[in-house]
T-cell receptor, first 116, second 112 residues
């Protein structure tokens, strides 16, 4: 299995530009999570999907952030317009089991975003 | 916001020694998981312990869970330089949503 695939691995952009991060979960996994990692705040859950439906987006910082999952094999996280404080590593993770006993999450290698 | 808090924030030991990391959490949980992250990489799942379990082993890893104290510990025995990484605990809250909430991690350095 190829694992969770994220792109791009690195992105440097200027404030105000649109950023789109992409994720391909592991085939057969029905849940997908987007996390953001910074030194100050650690790992924060932004949003997660179950069977392509957004279940909890309470962690999305503000309206500049949006996420979609048009099908079981693809998700995007978009930031428009981007700001320097959005600089972080964004992780996508997928799981087979989500529920009262959410199981193991499989993480991608992350997308390191730098907003100048 | 973080549910779990790892302690210590950083730990430096010699190869061959044991490493113990602790995690405390605030609300009742369904399960607790430990993950490892090598520098610049994604997180990798190590072990899951359910709320009705007290101890679990996997190779050189031993995890304990004390629900009365709302705490867990991860013990790595006979550490190796390759164990150098950050270790995170994550919890699934009982009666809450299905999401996994992570602590800020313990940075472990194993010196050869």
């Amino acid at each position: 299995d190829a694992g969770v695939i994220q792109s791009p691995r690195h992105e440097v952009t200027e404030m105000g530009q649109e950023v789109t991060l992409r994720c391909k979960p592991i085939s057969g996994h029905n849940s997908l999570f987007w996390y953001r990692q910074t030194m100050m705040r650690g790992l924060e859950l932004l949003i997660y999907f179950n069977n392509n439906v957004p279940i909890d987006d309470s962690g999305m910082p503000e309206d500049r952030f949006s996420a979609k999952m048009p099908n079981a094999s693809f998700s995007t996280l978009k930031i428009q317009p981007s700001e320097p404080r959005d600089s972080a590593v964004y992780f996508c993770a997928s799981s087979r089991i989500v529920g009262p006993n959410t199981g193991e999450l499989f993480f991608g290698e992350g997308s390191r975003l730098t907003v100048l | 916001s973080q549910q779990g808090e790892e302690d210590p924030q950083a730990l430096s030991i010699q190869e061959g020694e044991n490493a113990t990391m602790n995690c405390s959490y605030k609300t009742s949980i369904n399960n607790l998981q430990w993950y490892r992250q090598n520098s610049g990489r994604g997180l990798v799942h190590l072990i899951l312990i359910r709320s009705n379990e007290r101890e679990k082993h996997s190779g050189r890893l031993r995890v304990t869970l004390d629900t009365s104290k709302k705490s867990s510990s991860l013990l790595i025995t006979a550490s190796r330089a390759a164990d150098t990484a950050s270790y995170f605990c994550a919890t699934v809250t009982q009666g809450g949503s299905e999401k996994l909430v992570f602590g800020k991690g313990t940075k472990l350095t194993v010196n050869p």
